[in-house]
C-alpha cells in the first residue's frame, strides 16, 4: 500500500506524481498541524488556476481557523436554528461543533456572474473544479481534505451571515488537515463502466 511519510510531510520517492494522484481518498478524521499560512496559500494559487471559461473567476473562498472555527461553529447553530426552532439543545450543540471536525474550513463560495457566452453552468464547473484542484494540491503536500456540504450549505440564513451576495451560493465546507487513524482503501473503479473508446 502506498503511504505518506508523514513525518517529513512527503511521499516515498517509489511514487512517481501519477501514484500520488491516484492515492488521494478523501479522510474525515483531521488534526493539527494544519497547513501553514504559505502552504495555503500555495493551495489556493492552484485552485485559481482551474479551467474557467472568458476568465469570469466565479468563485470565491473563506478560509476559517483558530478562533474564527468556533465563531463559524455558532453561525451553523443560530442558522439551523432559525430554519428549526425546535432542535434540541444536544443538536445545535453537535452542529455547532461541526467546524471544529479539522484544524481548517476552507468555505468554497461560487459567484455566478452575468456573460452572454458563459452560462452558469458552466460556472458552477469552474468553481467545482478550483475546489477539486484545492483539494488535490493538499494532497500533494500530504495533507488530508473532505468536501462536505449537508443543509447548511443551502441555507439562506447562514448565506447572509457569511455576507454572500445574491449571485453567489456555497459549494461546500473543504475541511483540511493532518489525516488521523486509518485511511480506507481505495477502489478503483473498472474504467470500461464509465468510459468507452469509440
Ligand atoms: C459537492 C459535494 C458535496 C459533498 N458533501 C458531503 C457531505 O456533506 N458529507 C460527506 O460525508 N461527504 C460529502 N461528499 C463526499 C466526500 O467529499 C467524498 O467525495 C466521499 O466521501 C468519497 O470519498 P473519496 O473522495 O475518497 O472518493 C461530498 C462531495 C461533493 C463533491
Not at 502552504?39 to 492552484?46: A, G, I, M, R, S
Not at 461543533?97 to 463560495?109: D, G, L, T
Amino acid at each position: 500500500m502506498l503511504r505518506l511519510d508523514k513525518s517529513k510531510r512527503q511521499f516515498p520517492t517509489y511514487m512517481t506524481h501519477f501514484d500520488i494522484l491516484l492515492s488521494r481518498k478523501s479522510h474525515n478524521k483531521l488534526c493539527e498541524p494544519a497547513p501553514s499560512l504559505e502552504e495555503l496559500n500555495e493551495l489556493f494559487k492552484v485552485a485559481l488556476r482551474a479551467p474557467d471559461h472568458a476568465q469570469l473567476k466565479p468563485w470565491r473562498y473563506l478560509v476559517y481557523q483558530g478562533r474564527s472555527l468556533i465563531e463559524l461553529g455558532e453561525k451553523f447553530a443560530a442558522a439551523s436554528l432559525f430554519k428549526d426552532s425546535e432542535l434540541s439543545a444536544d443538536k445545535i450543540e453537535k452542529i455547532s461543533k461541526k467546524p471544529q471536525r479539522a484544524p481548517v474550513v476552507v468555505i468554497s463560495i461560487i459567484k455566478i456572474k452575468d456573460h452572454r457566452k458563459v452560462p452558469e453552468i458552466e460556472q458552477i464547473l469552474s468553481a467545482g473544479a478550483g475546489v477539486q484542484n484545492l483539494i488535490m494540491a493538499a494532497h500533494f503536500k500530504g495533507y488530508g481534505a473532505i468536501w462536505r456540504t449537508g443543509e447548511l450549505a443551502f441555507n439562506r440564513v447562514l448565506m447572509e451571515q457569511l455576507g454572500l451576495a445574491k449571485n453567489e451560493r456555497i459549494s461546500g465546507f473543504i475541511y483540511l488537515g493532518t489525516e488521523e487513524g486509518s485511511k480506507a482503501k481505495i477502489r478503483h473503479p473498472e474504467i470500461s463502466e464509465f468510459v468507452h473508446f469509440v
